[in-house]
C-alpha cells in the first residue's frame, strides 16, 4: 500500500512498526519530542499571548510555528 500524495512516508508515532524498522520509529520519536520541546518560560508565554489573540489555544499556534516555519 502506498501513502497518499504529500505524506511524508513516516511511521505511526503511536504503534510500534511491525515491518521491523525499528531505527526509523526511534528517529521519527526522538524528532517529534525534540520538535514539541517545551520552550523557555519568555517564550512560552509570548506564544501564549499571541495565540489568545489569535482565538487559538497554545497547542495549535505551536503547530503552526512547525508548519509553516514562521510566526503569524
Known sequence: MTA???HNGGPPL???DPGGASWRLWA???AHRRAWKT???EIALRR???A???GMTYRE???EILERGKFL
Do not use: M
Open 4 to 6: 497518499p500524495l504529500g
Open 14 to 16: 503511536e504503534e510500534e
Open 28 to 30: 521519527w520519536r526522538r
Open 39 to 41: 520552550p523557555p518560560p
Open 48 to 50: 501564549l499571548a499571541r
Open 52 to 54: 489568545e489573540e489569535l
Open 61 to 63: 499556534y505551536t503547530l
